[in-house]
């Protein structure tokens, strides 16, 4: 049995969401979650390591990992690429940049609608936005900020040290998606299964040929 699935994506292309979904697995650990309005936050073995920016010192992190009888489900941004240097035999779900430009634009405005322009519930699930978004500091200032009714896109203009105007958001939002590149672009094999973004509303095959895979 394969001890985890990760469940690789670009930004805002909601693999938290299906990651929980697959989870849900006899053969797994359900993966917990919060919903923030519409979007999926879930807490996963890692402590979302690999949903941050990447970290040269990743392989740090996996070096202690505890035996179970259950699969852990593992949302990520790295590729599968990168995660088989330590973890090659692990099995692997990819959701497929879009095809097509209504893709594409259904994926900005997802990622806009569900990630920037949302709130957190608390000062923790802020807090681990603000680290996982970036690595400076969150001082005492950073801190009452983030504690007060903030939304994430004015998280992103504090952390740029942005005054949190209409103009700014845009930009800071512009410049970001446009570094969402095609680098998922995958086909099935042995331990791998894709899912076209573009299908993400109809998983049931996806998850009957998990079934079976696992």
Known sequence: MYRFIFVCYNHGAGGENLAVKISKNKKCNNLKYDMMDKRTW????????????????????????TKTELIDVIPSHYSPEILKEIF?????????????????????????KKVWASKHNNLHQKLGYWRTNTSRES?????????????????????HNFPATKENIGRLFDEKFAKIKDKFNYSNNENLLIIEYENLNNIENLIENINERI
């Open 42 to 65: 879930s807490y996963d073995y890692f402590n979302k390591l690999f949903l941050k920016p990447f970290n040269n010192n990743w392989k740090e992190h996996c070096t202690e990992i």
């Open 139 to 159: 001082t005492k200032e950073i801190l009452k900020k983030l504690n007060g009714d903030i939304t994430n896109e004015e998280i992103e203009c504090l952390i």
């Open 88 to 112: 090659p035999n692990e099995f692997y779900v990819v959701i497929n940049y879009p095809k097509t430009n209504a893709g594409i634009k259904h994926l900005k405005e997802n990622t806009y």
